[in-house]
């Protein structure tokens, strides 16, 4: 099974809109600026937050001037979008999830060796592809390590799958080729506790 929108847009078409202070004490009314003072992380994923980078960086601008504190920042991001430097500043890792040629995106569309240099030099960066045959680690090797675009040791290998079914379907090979080639592997943990469910 090829993926293009996944549940992405049934997500990001259907969020609801808060300024930067309502969000704060939505955060504060249900304990989650305490959580962050205890080491929970603050998770930027999509749709596509590199397109929100000035909210990004406001909203972490406002929360430390109010709190006296900087949660643990991470975003999530397709490596389409050039990050600016305040956003840079912000976040303490990135979770990089290029699109490899399964996925049937549009190719010029998804590949810009320019941003994954960039972002394979920042502290903390990992990259993320989902795999579903031999053929994807060739195109790894091919487009991002040969280049040396990103290093090996920050590869993740990551199962496909939009069910529970699908997903222990693929398990075994990308644990495999995980061994294979001595990268790290993950799970989609959100598929594995609640299946197929949008928004959690």
């Known amino acids: 099974m090829n993926c293009i929108w996944c549940d992405t847009n049934e997500v990001w078409t259907k969020g609801n809109p808060y300024s930067v202070n309502e969000l704060l004490k939505i955060w504060e009314d249900n304990g989650v600026i305490e959580g962050f003072r205890n080491g929970q992380h603050l998770v930027f994923t999509g749709g596509s937050p590199m397109k929100q980078q000035k909210g990004i960086v406001e909203l972490m601008k ?17 490596c389409t979008l050039m990050p600016n430097a305040l956003l840079v500043a912000a976040v303490d890792r990135w979770n990089n999830s290029p699109k490899l040629s399964n996925s049937m995106n549009v190719a010029e569309n998804m590949y810009k060796p320019e941003i994954l240099k960039i972002l394979s030099d920042f502290n903390d960066s990992w990259f993320k592809f989902v795999i579903i045959s031999e053929d994807d680690w060739k195109e790894i090797e091919e487009k ?32 495999d080729m995980a061994i294979k080639h001595g990268v790290r592997m993950t799970d989609r943990l959100q598929v594995t506790v609640w299946n197929k469910t949008t928004g959690v």
């Open 144 to 175: 991002f390590i040969k280049p040396k675009l990103i290093r090996k040791k920050q590869i993740i290998l990551m199962p496909e799958g939009a069910t529970r079914e699908e997903l222990q379907a693929h398990y075994q090979f990308a644990i």
């Open 62 to 78: 406002e929360f430390k001037a109010k709190y006296k504190f900087k949660p643990f920042c991470e975003i999530e991001n397709e």
